[in-house]
C-alpha cells in the first residue's frame, strides 16, 4: 500500500525547516559574510525559487552555485564513473564562485539544504578550503551559542536505542 502524508496526518503540509523558520519570522543576524549557495538536485525549498528563500533567511544575498555537487542521494555509489565527471565540473564551479565574491575579502561560506550534498560538497574542502553548512546551523549558533549542538546533545536523555 501506498501512504500519502494527508492520510496519516490530515490537513497537515510538508514545509522544508528553512520555509518554516523563515514563516517565523527566524533569520540570521546580518554578519557580513558573503555565501555561495548548492540548490540540491531535489530541492526541497517549495514556497519560492530556494536561493530566494536562503537570501531572506540569511539576511544577505546568497550566490547561486550551479552543477550537481556528483553526490544525488546513492548517484556517488551506484554510478561514480558518470558521478565523477560531475564532481570535475562542480569543483572548477565552486573555484569560480569563489574567485567572483572573493574580491570583497569578507568571509565565504558554502550553503546547502540537503545532507547527501553537504557530503558531496565536502569533499572539495581540500581543493577550495571552502567547508559546506547548513544556512540553519548558522541560525543555532547565532542564537543558541558557539557550543549548541555539544549542549543539545548532553540535555537529551536516551533511554533506549532500538534497532
Known amino acids: ?19 518554516y523558520l523563515l514563516e517565523q519570522d527566524v533569520t540570521l543576524k546580518a554578519t557580513g559574510e558573503q555565501y555561495l549557495y548548492h540548490a540540491p538536485c531535489h530541492d526541497p525549498i517549495k514556497s519560492d525559487e530556494s536561493s530566494t528563500v536562503i537570501s531572506k533567511i540569511m539576511n544577505s544575498e546568497v550566490v547561486n552555485n550551479d552543477r550537481c555537487c556528483g553526490e544525488a542521494g546513492t548517484f ?19 573555484k569560480k564562485g569563489l574567485a567572483n565574491i572573493a574580491k ?5 561560506k558554502m550553503l546547502t539544504t540537503c545532507p547527501a550534498c553537504r557530503q558531496g560538497l565536502a569533499r572539495y574542502q581540500s581543493t577550495t578550503n571552502i567547508e559546506p553548512v547548513y544556512p540553519i546551523e548558522l541560525i543555532a549558533e547565532q542564537q543558541l551559542g558557539e557550543n549548541w549542538q555539544k549542549e543539545f546533545i548532553q540535555s537529551v536523555n536516551i533511554e533506549k536505542v532500538m534497532l
Request: charged share 35%; no cysteine.
Open 76 to 94: 556517488a555509489v551506484a554510478r561514480p564513473d558518470i558521478a565523477k565527471q560531475a564532481k570535475f565540473r562542480k569543483e572548477a564551479e565552486i
Open 104 to 108: 570583497s575579502g569578507k568571509p565565504i
Open 1 to 19: 500500500a501506498s501512504y500519502e502524508l494527508g492520510d496519516i496526518f490530515k490537513d497537515s503540509s510538508l514545509v522544508d525547516i528553512h520555509e
